[in-house]
């Protein structure tokens, strides 16, 4: 059985999405339309929350490193305590809540 990943198009439905190769299966999903399609945010904004996060780790004690970078791409990874982590949760949880409309 395949697991690779292909692009499927179903024109009734008006959407394209990626879908395992394994139609007919449980696993199989039923397509999304594009009224039901969440937007994509930009690559600025994908970033910026990148960054947002990191920093959020970094504030909490947590170790972020750069394992490498391909172009613009980075692949960094984050480790720390167990305090840490928590530490990072209720940073996150206080920046939603401030974020979140009144």
Wanted: hydrophobic share 40%; proline share 7%.
């Amino acid at each position: 059985m395949s697991y690779a990943m292909s692009v499927a198009r179903y024109s009734d439905a008006g959407a394209v999405y990626p879908e395992p190769e394994r139609r007919g299966t449980p696993y199989a999903g039923e397509p999304r339309t594009q009224e039901h399609a969440q937007p994509q945010p930009s690559r600025a904004d994908v970033c910026s929350e990148a960054d947002t996060l990191l920093a959020l780790a970094r504030e909490a004690g947590m170790l972020v490193t750069l394992d490498g970078q391909i172009g613009r791409e980075k692949y960094q990874s984050v480790a720390g305590s167990v305090a840490s982590l928590q530490r990072f949760a209720a940073a996150l949880r206080d920046m939603l809540v401030e974020q979140a409309p009144a």
